[in-house]
């Protein structure tokens, strides 16, 4: 079995590359402590730990993470899948069930909608005028 694995995740238009290594619990995102990488906001904080700590192994594994493109949310919610999927692949059939059915496995796809000739965003029309 092997001990580190490397993943992707993905929202918006963020993508996280995620490795996941046997250690003490540490998060460094792009060369940063998670915490300072957040902005010491504690949402995304909670937010990328989650799937560790659902599964209690947060002081079991340290995670490696380069990501790029969109923002804050975007990237917070890419590196929550990237982890989720890294420990998929590590942990033992019931965690695979519990991370499946709590969630943690599926791809927010949403994105944002396209502008359209001759509207002003993606769906607000021009103001309409009778005369």
Do not use: W
């Not at 250690?23 to 902005?39: E, L, P």
């Not at 340290?62 to 804050?72: E, I, K, P, R, T």
């Amino acid at each position: 079995m092997n001990l580190n694995v490397k993943t992707v995740g993905r929202r918006k238009s963020s993508i996280a590359q995620v490795k996941l290594v046997p250690g003490i619990g540490k998060i460094n995102i792009n060369g940063k402590d998670f915490v300072d990488y957040m902005q010491n906001n504690p949402n995304f904080d909670l937010f990328n730990f989650s799937p560790l700590l659902f599964l209690n192994l947060h002081d079991s594994y340290d995670v490696f993470v380069y990501v790029f493109g969109g923002g804050l949310s975007g990237q917070a919610d890419a590196i929550k899948l990237g982890i989720s999927r890294s420990l998929y692949e590590l942990v033992d059939l019931d965690n695979q069930k519990i991370l499946k059915s709590s969630g943690f496995l599926t791809r927010n796809s949403l994105c944002k909608e396209r502008r359209k000739y001759g509207l002003k965003k993606a769906r607000k029309a021009p103001q309409f005028s009778k005369r």
